[in-house]
T-cell receptor, first 114, second 112 residues
Framework: KAGVTQTPRYLIKTRGQQVTLSCSPI?????VSWYQQTPGQGLQFLFE???????NKGNFPGRFSGRQFSNSRSEMNVSTLELGDSALYLC?????????????FGPGTRLTVL | DAKTTQPTSMDCAEGRAANLPCNHS???????VYWYRQIHSQGPQYIIH???NNETNEMASLIITEDRKSSTLILPHATLRDTAVYYC?????????????FGQGTELSVKP
C-alpha cells in the first residue's frame, strides 16, 4: 500500500496570508491526525478527524482549522499566518481511529513564514 | 496526560545492541507505550508499541517493567541507518481516539 502523502512538501508564505495543506491517508484508513513540529516546542498534536468529524483537538488558536472529506483525505488551514507558524506540519493516518490503532506519518509539509 | 522522560542523547557502536530507556511513571492503566523514530526532517516512523507485556517485531524489542513505570527499546544490532531521534510516547486514550504526546526524544548516534 502507498503510504501517507502530503502536499505540498515545501511552502513559503508571508505574514498575514493563509495556507492550506493537504493529506491523503493510507488506503482504507479513516482517521487523520495533524501535528506541528518546531525546534522550540517539538511535536505537538493539532487535531484528529474521523469520518469527516473533528474528534480531538489540541491547544492551538482558532486560526488553525481542518476538515476531512468523504474519501478520508484531509486538509488543514492556517489563517493570518505569523512568523511562529513556521514549522514542519505532519499528518498521520490510522485504520479505524480506535484506541489501539497505530498512527503512520507522512513526510510532512515544511512551511516557512516570512 | 502521562509524560515521558528520556536521555537527551546516546551513542552506540555499529553492530552492538542499542538500549534506549524511557520513564513514564504517571502512565494510566489503559495507556499504551509507543516508540517512533525520526530521521532528520522526515516524518516519524512507527517502531513498536505495548501495554504491559514485552513485545518484539522485525525492528526492535520493547521491554516494559512490571509496574509499567518505565520501558526500554532494544535495537539488537544497530546500524548507521538507525541514527535518529527516538521518541517514547504514551498514547492518551481520548474521546474514542488517541493522540500521541511527544517528548523531546533521545538522539541516538550509531558510530562505526
Amino acid at each position: 500500500k502507498a503510504g501517507v502523502t502530503q502536499t505540498p512538501r515545501y511552502l513559503i508564505k508571508t505574514r498575514g496570508q493563509q495556507v492550506t495543506l493537504s493529506c491523503s491517508p493510507i488506503s482504507g484508513h479513516r482517521s487523520v491526525s495533524w501535528y506541528q513540529q518546531t525546534p522550540g516546542q517539538g511535536l505537538q498534536f493539532l487535531f484528529e478527524y474521523f469520518s469527516e468529524t473533528q474528534r480531538n483537538k489540541g491547544n492551538f488558536p482558532g486560526r488553525f482549522s481542518g476538515r476531512q472529506f468523504s474519501n478520508s483525505r484531509s486538509e488543514m488551514n492556517v489563517s493570518t499566518l505569523e512568523l511562529g507558524d513556521s514549522a514542519l506540519y505532519l499528518c498521520a493516518s490510522s485504520p479505524g481511529g480506535g484506541t489501539t490503532d497505530t498512527q503512520y506519518f507522512g513526510p510532512g509539509t515544511r512551511l516557512t513564514v516570512l | 496526560d502521562a509524560k515521558t522522560t528520556q536521555p537527551t542523547s546516546m551513542d552506540c557502536a555499529e553492530g552492538r545492541a542499542a538500549n534506549l530507556p524511557c520513564n513514564h511513571s504517571t502512565i494510566s492503566g489503559n495507556e499504551y507505550v509507543y516508540w517512533y523514530r525520526q530521521i532528520h526532517s522526515q516524518g516519524p516512523q512507527y517502531i513498536i508499541h505495548g501495554l504491559k507485556n514485552n513485545e518484539t517485531n522485525e525492528m526492535a524489542s520493547l521491554i516494559i517493567t512490571e509496574d509499567r513505570k518505565s520501558s526500554t527499546l532494544i535495537l539488537p544490532h544497530a546500524t548507521l541507518r538507525d541514527t535518529a531521534v527516538y521518541y517514547c510516547i504514551v498514547r492518551v486514550i481520548y474521546n474514542q481516539g488517541g493522540k500521541l504526546i511527544f517528548g523531546q526524544g533521545t538522539e541516538l548516534s550509531v558510530k562505526p
